[in-house]
């Protein structure tokens, strides 16, 4: 079975400009969440997306913002990026309850200038 | 609100040591899930192991083993013969149980970053 896939693995956006990244989710799983990891603030929870509807929702600003699609890829867009959003973005799916584990891919390391 | 504790912000020890990586957690609920995750180098979070707040059993996995106490609201991490290649970041995490099936976000500790030296 095809692992969390994440596309780009690496971008380069400067400050005020906005940015989509995708994430292809373990086959069957319907639950997609994103988390920030930055040095300073470790890895922190965005948001989660179960069937079309993003069911929870971490404590960040209304410039991130995620929707998934009927077969269950997601997407994360930051609207107006500023420097403190350089970070690596981590996907993570999941089957089944909030009892299952969560599997995460590989990330997307976006850099603001 | 939720917390998680590592406070070991790294560990270096030689190849074939013990070694054991503290967590401790904090939550108001009664139904809950903590998880471990090792983060190489190459980034990737991996799953190591999860526990819900109903399975107080220790678990041992090869050279890993679990404790976990709810009485001092610890999940601590033990490898035992430690190998180089198990030099990586390993993060704690606690989720809550939510209404319908769902639960929070994962709460990750800060990680512990363990260096094993041949």
């Known amino acids: 079975k095809a692992g969390v896939t994440q596309t780009p693995r690496y971008l380069i956006k400067t400050r005020g400009q906005q940015v989509t990244l995708s994430c292809s989710p373990i086959?069957?799983?319907?639950?997609v969440s994103w988390y920030q990891q930055t040095p300073g603030q470790g890895l922190q929870f965005l948001f989660e997306?179960?069937?079309?509807?993003?069911?929870n929702k971490g404590n960040f600003p209304g410039r991130f913002s995620g929707r998934q699609f009927s077969n269950s890829r997601s997407e994360m867009n930051v609207s107006t990026l500023e420097l403190g959003d350089s970070a690596l973005y981590l996907c993570?799916?999941?089957?089944?309850?909030?009892?299952?584990?969560?599997?995460f891919g590989p990330g997307t390391r976006l850099t603001v200038l | 609100a939720q917390k998680v504790t590592q406070a070991q912000t790294e560990i270096s020890v030689v190849e074939k040591e013990d070694v054991t990586l503290d967590c401790v957690y904090e939550?108001?609920?009664?139904?809950?899930?903590l998880f471990w995750y090792k983060q190489p180098p190459s980034g990737e979070l991996v799953f190591l192991i999860r526990?819900?707040?109903?399975?107080?059993q220790n678990e041992i996995s090869g050279r890993y083993s679990w404790n976990f106490q709810k009485s001092t609201s610890s999940f601590n991490f033990t490898i035992t013969a430690s190998q180089v290649v198990d030099s990586a970041v390993y993060f704690c995490?606690?989720?809550?149980?939510?209404?319908?099936?769902?639960?929070?976000?994962?709460?990750f500790g800060k990680g512990t970053h363990l260096i094993i030296q041949p």
């Open positions: 993570a799916s999941r089957s089944g309850g909030a009892y299952n584990e969560q599997f």
């Open positions: 997306y179960f069937s079309e509807t993003q069911r």
């Open positions: 995490a606690l989720s809550e149980a939510r209404s319908g099936g769902g639960a929070d976000g994962l709460t």
């Open positions: 086959s069957g799983h319907r639950s």
């Open positions: 939550t108001r609920d009664t139904t809950y899930y």
């Open positions: 526990r819900n707040s109903f399975d107080e």
